[in-house]
């Protein structure tokens, strides 16, 4: 969580072109580069889609990974990572945006 805190305090505080490039690797579009597929998941440039997936990450995961075992949460988390992952790819791909 503190990683995406990190990225996106660092996206807030960069302007001009550097923000472009930031959107380029670090969100998911048509025009993104290939490196955003993996890194899209850590990236977020809306304060209401970080605070939402934070706050999700917090309460959900902090309890599977008390009940289950951190192994666990991290399998799952990688998973969703993944389906999240290929879903958005196909949107953007197919939708050209």
Not at 57 to 61: A, H, K
């Given at each position: 969580m503190a990683l995406n805190v990190g990225i996106y305090g660092?996206?807030?505080l960069m302007g001009g072109p550097l923000s472009l490039t930031y959107k380029k690797y670090m969100t998911l579009d048509s025009n993104s580069s290939i490196l955003?597929?993996?890194l899209?998941?850590?990236g977020h440039t809306s304060a209401l889609a970080l605070l939402f997936?934070?706050?999700v990450?917090?309460?959900?995961?902090n309890n599977h990974a008390k009940m289950y075992g951190c192994m666990r949460f991290t399998s799952v988390f990688g998973a969703g990572c993944a389906v999240a992952?290929?879903?958005a790819a196909k949107e953007a791909y197919s939708?050209?945006?």
């Open positions: 660092g996206y807030m955003a597929l993996p899209s998941n850590f997936n934070s706050g990450l917090w309460t959900v995961g992952t290929l879903l939708n050209g945006g």
